[in-house]
């Protein structure tokens, strides 16, 4: 591999990195406005960290495509080809995608047509759950990894009956008082929710659900 463009570059592969800079950006700018085949491992445009939301690749990927006007092939998700890969190499028969964001994770799995598993210990949110788009709903969701132990229809969206949930105008209603944990009730307001995207506002008859809706959507 070369790092600059005066060593004529066939190809910019662009992957996350906390030491790329204006310098490095620029050289691959020159390569890719040159012809080169440019090609990102992802498009996550923000990551984790302890102080907060931090740049990701993706970010990095939209400076060279205002300077270059081009598009990137991409390899990983939500793109398919890392994802099918992996699903040939590893053989399995019930293949499930666990993840913490919608618009990568969630979105690579249906781009594979499997299920998805969304945890919610990272970048998405109940309330980013409530309106996602079809490419973006999860199959099954929890709090955290630990619901791998426990039954599969335990996080299933749409399995725990236990909440009324109704619509009145562009109201999504949870009447009655708490029957159920938070990842049971957003399980049970999301199929409602996505049945009804233009939904302005979620009300409940109970304290405790209307205080858990109200940070849903902060």
């Excluded at 490419?135 to 929890?142: F, L, N, S």
């Excluded at 039954?151 to 399995?159: I, K």
């Excluded at 009324?164 to 949870?174: F, M, P, Q, W």
Aim: glycine share 8%.
């Amino acid at each position: 591999p070369v790092r600059e463009f005066a060593d004529s570059p066939v190809a910019v592969v662009q992957g996350h990195s906390t030491e790329t800079n204006w310098s490095i950006l620029a050289e691959a700018c020159l390569a890719i406005r040159a012809g080169a085949l440019w090609v990102a491992a992802n498009l996550d445009t923000t990551l984790p960290s302890e102080r907060g939301l931090v740049l990701g690749n993706g970010s990095m990927v939209a400076a060279l495509r205002a300077a270059t006007r081009q598009e990137p092939l991409v390899a990983g998700k939500p793109a398919a080809p890392l994802m099918e890969d992996a699903l040939a190499r590893s053989g399995c028969s019930r293949p499930l995608v666990v993840g913490d964001r919608l618009d990568t994770d969630i979105e690579g799995a249906h781009a594979v047509s499997i299920d998805s598993l969304l945890v919610l210990t990272g970048v998405s949110t109940p309330g980013d759950v409530l309106r996602a788009p079809i490419e973006q709903r999860p199959t099954y969701i929890a709090a955290t990894l630990d619901s791998l132990n426990q039954p599969a229809v335990e996080s299933l969206v749409g399995a725990d009956s236990k909440w009324s949930v109704s619509v009145n105008g562009s109201a999504l209603v949870v009447d009655g008082p708490v029957v159920g944990d938070e990842m049971s009730l957003l399980r049970a307001v999301a199929p409602v929710a996505w049945a009804n995207p233009s939904f302005q506002t979620l009300e409940a008859s109970d304290a405790g659900v209307a205080d858990l809706f109200a940070s849903w959507l902060v």
